[in-house]
């Protein structure tokens, strides 16, 4: 079965400095990877996957996140953290079979400072 | 109105009371899912449904039962409800089509307090 480790649980930068969140997974082959945002009071929205091909990938809201197989991390990545992205972050994976749902990672709550 | 809506949105009720929470969406998408939200445990799986008559138990479905009444609509329901059932709860959606498998659709949440 597949696993994600978010290994920071809370995170605080400063607005304007980059922010690198990591995850890892744990699956037999090369999974489905995932990012997703929770800001407060709501529900889940997505913000890049990784299913093949270029190991950075580019998502919404300025993020970015590189595969690394030989780590097995999947680690996002924002050059300049702006006070809306204080939220939390979800990494996720899955099987390349698409017959399972998302397995989510326990999250990493980020703090922007001003 | 939302693409995948939950009611209620909140709910308080007593240890060992049946509960059901509801899901409906408007995305016209063949997959539902359940997922509880734990502070410190992220989103953990309950059921999930790839269609009408296709039900399957996540990993923490005991104590839970699901009903798929139509592709749009999928609940959720706690038989005799316990405090550490308190928690978050979501539904999400998303389509068949390959490319669609993971990209969810997550409804605001249902939070609900077992006392």
């Known amino acids: 079965a597949q696993s994600v480790t978010q290994p920071d649980i809370h995170i605080t930068v400063s607005e304007g400095a980059s922010l690198e969140l990591r995850c890892n997974y744990s699956y037999g082959a090369t999974p489905y990877l995932f990012w997703y945002v929770q800001s407060p009071g709501q529900g889940l929205q997505l913000l890049l996957k990784?299913?093949?091909?270029?190991?950075l990938v580019q998502g919404i809201k300025g993020f970015e996140a590189e595969f690394k197989r030989s780590q097995s991390s999947f680690n996002l990545r924002k050059p300049s953290v702006h006070w809306s992205d204080a939220a939390e972050y979800f990494c996720a994976v899955a099987p390349n079979t698409g017959r399972r749902a998302l397995t989510f990672g326990s999250g990493t709550r980020l703090q922007v400072q001003p | 109105d939302a693409d995948v809506t939950q009611t209620p949105r909140n709910r308080i009720t007593k240890t060992g009371k049946r509960i059901m929470l509801e899901c409906s969406q408007t995305?016209?998408?063949?997959?539902m899912y359940w997922y509880r939200q734990d502070p410190g445990l992220g989103l953990r799986l309950i059921y999930y449904s790839f269609d009408v008559k296709d039900i399957n138990k996540g990993e923490i479905s005991d104590g839970y039962s699901v009903s798929r009444q139509a592709q749009a609509k999928f609940s959720l329901s706690l038989e005799s409800a316990i405090p550490n059932q308190t928690a978050l709860y979501f539904c999400?959606?998303?389509?068949?089509?390959?490319?669609?498998?993971?990209?969810?659709?997550f409804g605001s949440g249902t939070r609900l307090t077992v006392v």
């Open positions: 990784y299913f093949s091909g270029d190991t």
């Open positions: 999400a959606t998303s389509d068949s089509d390959r490319s669609g498998y993971y990209g969810y659709t």
């Open positions: 995305k016209g998408h063949d997959r």
